[in-house]
């Protein structure tokens, strides 16, 4: 019984993540810890074109999603995993898949290279970032520490790609790990779900990659840092439009350059909202007709009252919860608040509709 409730509870989380395993008879899940950190389906194949070759590694197999779709690009992948319960399940699965260029192995990842007298040319890791129960992201505490490993496999020739937790300080782990030839942010319908460290023999700076998959299209935004130390941007009070980046822009940090790029003016330093006279298209993120733009007063909000509204608020002393609470705002509907501090300090309240979404 308690394994029969643990298949209808993971086939339940299994559904909009991994839609093709829910639709093929006899695919077994584990639990829901692992299907939290394992990859969505539309990750997996977008990691799967990132890179190519004849051979692949997957160091840290889990649940088998990444290996499936390496699989479609590689004439040989390696299944590792050190875990008896998820290693079986994943040699089930893909047997019910059809997926016969995967060897299987259940070794830890230190282990695997140890014994490995092979070569491959890519090696993809996925270190666990959950311990004891507890959700973990620094290197030192994942399993494997990549940063123990990384020497011994980039030692072989192989180039890696490596999947860290979006929670990680980039700059910090890109000092960490070296040889970093791009950096990649992958959004989902705009929630940020991963960071790739792609890492191989490369001269000069790493690029950044911002990346959002939307059930239409994957709208990416390249960029290297020295682009974003010096871009110029100008300030301004909120004009006829207003632009949010997408989650994947924000976290790689082109706060300056995305509005040199677009031609946009920014509210404040540290207020990531941007504006415009005119209509900027293909901007990637969301865009606003702003509708009224005046100063931040509990007042002024009375006429929301029991009306929906989405709230943001960005740069701003009080959180959305305690706005809604205490203005009566409801959540929902086709109007936007956005509470924000402009470039001369001023708390200001926008209310917008949406008119556009390239994320």
């Not at 810890?33 to 197999?61: P, R, V």
Request: hydrophobic letters at 35%; proline letters at 3%; one cysteine or more.
């Amino acid at each position: 019984m308690k394994a029969i409730a643990q298949q209808i509870q993971s086939r339940k989380k299994a559904k909009r993540k991994l839609p093709q395993w829910y639709d093929t008879q006899g695919i077994v899940f584990p639990n829901t810890d692992f299907l939290e950190q394992s990859s969505s389906e539309k990750t997996a194949e977008f990691k799967a074109n990132l890179i190519q070759g004849k051979s692949l590694a997957d160091l840290t197999g889990g649940t088998g999603i990444d290996s499936c779709y390496f699989a479609r690009r590689f004439e040989q992948v390696v299944y590792n995993e050190p875990g008896e319960e998820l290693y079986s399940i994943a040699r089930h699965n893909f047997e019910q898949l059809g997926i016969g260029n995967v060897t299987f192995f259940n070794l830890t990842a230190e282990k695997f290279i140890e014994n490995n007298d092979g070569s491959f040319d890519w090696v993809y890791l996925d270190p666990s970032r959950r311990v004891d129960g507890q959700r973990v992201f620094m290197f030192q505490d994942c399993q494997p520490d990549v940063l123990q490993l990384l020497p011994s496999i980039l030692r072989t020739g192989a180039k890696v790609l490596l999947k860290l937790s979006p929670l990680l300080d980039i700059h910090l782990a890109q000092k960490e790990l070296g040889a970093v030839s791009r950096i990649i942010a992958v959004s989902v319908n705009n929630d940020c779900k991963e960071l790739l460290f792609r890492m191989e023999n490369h001269e000069g700076q790493a690029t950044f990659e911002a990346v959002n998959i939307t059930n239409r299209e994957i709208v990416k935004f390249d960029f290297v840092a020295s682009e974003e130390e010096k871009a110029s941007v100008k300030y301004d009070i909120p004009a006829k439009y207003l632009y949010e980046p997408n989650a994947s822009v924000l976290k790689l940090g082109a706060f300056k350059l995305i509005a040199q790029r677009f031609t946009l003016s920014k509210l404040h330093p540290n207020t990531h909202l941007y504006t415009s006279e005119q209509l900027i298209k293909d901007f990637p993120g969301r865009v606003f007709n702003i509708k009224k733009s005046e100063s931040f007063d509990w007042k002024n909000l009375k006429d929301w009252k029991d009306r929906k509204a989405n709230i943001t608020t960005r740069n701003f002393p009080h959180a959305v919860d305690a706005i809604r609470k205490r203005s009566g705002i409801k959540d929902g509907g086709d109007d936007y608040l956005f509470c924000a501090r402009t470039v001369n300090e001023e708390l200001i309240t926008i209310a917008c509709k949406k008119i556009g979404e390239h994320n």
